[in-house]
């Protein structure tokens, strides 16, 4: 009897993953698809890019100052909200 029940969990096991791979190369796209979406990325834009580049830079500065100074940083830009 246990090993019945061993071989049907096992088949059920197999089964679902078998279902869950088919349902994941449905939904998946193909490979046109794929090339236009990577395309279509905000990556691919090389003035959308810069952009990032120029906000990562500013944000990078503004942690390190946060990091060398023992200044509440934040008061500076909102004020003291008390």
């Known amino acids: 009897m246990s090993g019945m029940r061993t071989i049907l969990a096992t088949g059920a096991v197999i ?3 078998g279902i869950g791979y088919g349902m994941w190369s449905i939904i998946s796209p193909g490979e046109e698809r794929r090339k236009e979406l990577l395309k279509n990325l905000p990556e691919a834009n090389p003035v959308r890019m810069e952009e990032t ?9 503004v942690i390190k100052e946060a990091a060398e100074t023992n ?7 909102f004020g003291n909200q008390k």
């Open 71 to 77: 200044d509440n940083v934040i008061a500076r830009w």
């Open 53 to 61: 580049r120029r906000r990562n830079a500013l944000m990078l500065q």
């Open 15 to 17: 089964g679902v993953v």
